[in-house]
């Protein structure tokens, strides 16, 4: 009897206990939730269509409208096109370069994953990587042509007519007075 009833605890766990433990159940709803109905086929495809479609809203949404894949080739066509015979005439549009702008360049590259991305990060950053250079390297010049014209601006006031030396000019210029002598 007590082999039996050992046998049948040991049975009870592996089949309930055993199993809620190694993959446990989530809590049962509140009796006031309905359960929702199995989708169809052709809802789940209208689900996803949807779904595509907001998903690709949202790319536009972030980076702007003018970047649709399609509209390189619709740009492409116009610069083909002649513009009325007018040779400064652009057709209404403002700066229109051969070159994807660098947002347009990473928006492309973002979509291409992470192999196509880092060559695009990387273009970014030499390329600020040397406007800062250039931009260091011309305050340094202006600072110096600055720096020359002052000190010959002081050179020909010193030569000319000498002004008031300011007080730490005064201190350099003229050693100290001597000691006064000792008094006995």
Not at 19 to 24: D, H, N
Not at 29 to 37: A, M, T
Not at 157 to 166: F, I, K
Request: charged content about 30%; glycine content about 8%.
């Amino acid at each position: 009897m007590k082999f039996r009833v050992v046998c049948r605890k040991l049975y009870d766990y592996v089949r309930y206990d055993l199993k809620e433990i190694a993959f446990p159940s989530s809590l049962p709803d509140p009796p006031h939730i309905k359960k929702r109905p199995k989708l169809t086929w052709h809802d789940r495809w209208c689900i996803l269509k949807e779904a595509t479609r907001l998903y690709g809203a949202s790319w536009v949404r972030d980076i702007g409208p003018d970047l649709r894949p399609n509209d390189y080739k619709k740009n492409a066509e116009d610069e083909e096109e002649p513009s009325n015979g007018k040779p400064g005439s652009d057709n209404g549009k403002k700066g229109n370069s051969s070159e994807p702008s660098v947002l347009e360049d990473l928006a492309v590259a973002a979509r291409g994953g992470a192999e196509t991305l880092k060559p695009a990060l990387r273009r970014i950053y030499m390329t600020r990587a040397s406007t800062y250079t250039e931009a260091m390297k011309n305050f340094v010049e202006t600072y110096q042509e600055g720096l020359k014209d002052q000190l010959q601006e002081k050179a020909a006031d010193g030569n000319g007519g000498r002004q008031q030396p300011q007080q730490g000019e005064e201190a350099a210029s003229k050693p100290p007075p001597p000691p006064p002598p000792p008094s006995s």
